[in-house]
């Protein structure tokens, strides 16, 4: 994954998730970070010095994944016989699971739901201490 500063000011890309800390130090404007992913999970990113930045990148190991349109439908195609766990997971509203059946040439719809648990995204700053809220 490459981390491009595409800004007028600088960044400090970090993380402290289990399956992948990082911390790409402190780069200027212009300049790119690129770092592999080789664990599953999901990993949220942080900008030390910007607290209200702010994204989340969930690493498959599978190529049966997809993002919802505006109204919150999907649909995942190629998928082979079985049966399976659907997820969800949505950054304000946590994630929820249905266990499905796939069956050959049928098109399958599922009901899914997750209700808005939070309006911000609470973390840490990459030395473990509470953010300090807000840039300004």
């Given at each position: 994954?490459?981390?491009p500063?595409?800004?007028?000011?600088?960044?400090?890309?970090f993380?402290?998730?289990?399956?992948c800390?990082?911390?790409?130090g402190?780069?200027?404007?212009?300049?790119?970070?690129?770092?592999?992913?080789?664990?599953?999970?999901?990993?949220?990113?942080?900008?030390?010095i910007?607290?209200?930045?702010?994204?989340?990148?969930?690493?498959?190991?599978?190529?049966?994944f997809?993002?919802?349109?505006?109204?919150?439908?999907?649909?995942?195609?190629?998928?082979?016989?079985?049966?399976?766990?659907?997820?969800?997971?949505?950054?304000?509203?946590?994630?929820s699971?249905?266990?499905?059946?796939?069956?050959?040439?049928?098109?399958?719809?599922?009901?899914?739901?997750?209700?808005?648990?939070?309006?911000?995204?609470?973390?840490?700053?990459?030395?473990?201490?509470?953010?300090?809220?807000?840039?300004?």
């Open positions: 994954m490459i981390f500063n595409d800004d007028t000011i600088f960044h400090n890309v993380s402290l998730c289990e399956a800390p990082i911390d790409l402190i780069y200027e404007p212009g300049e790119s970070k690129t770092l592999p992913f080789e664990k599953t999970g999901l990993v949220g990113i942080y900008c030390n910007h607290p209200d930045m702010v994204a989340a990148i969930l690493v498959l190991s599978n190529p049966y997809t993002v919802t349109d505006p109204d919150g439908f999907f649909a995942i195609t190629g998928v082979p016989e079985g049966s399976y766990a659907i997820r969800t997971w949505h950054e304000f509203g946590g994630e699971r249905k266990q499905v059946l796939i069956s050959k040439d049928a098109a399958h719809a599922h009901s899914l739901q997750i209700k808005k648990d939070r309006g911000t995204i609470p973390h840490k700053n990459k030395f473990g201490k509470p953010s300090r809220g807000a840039y300004r």
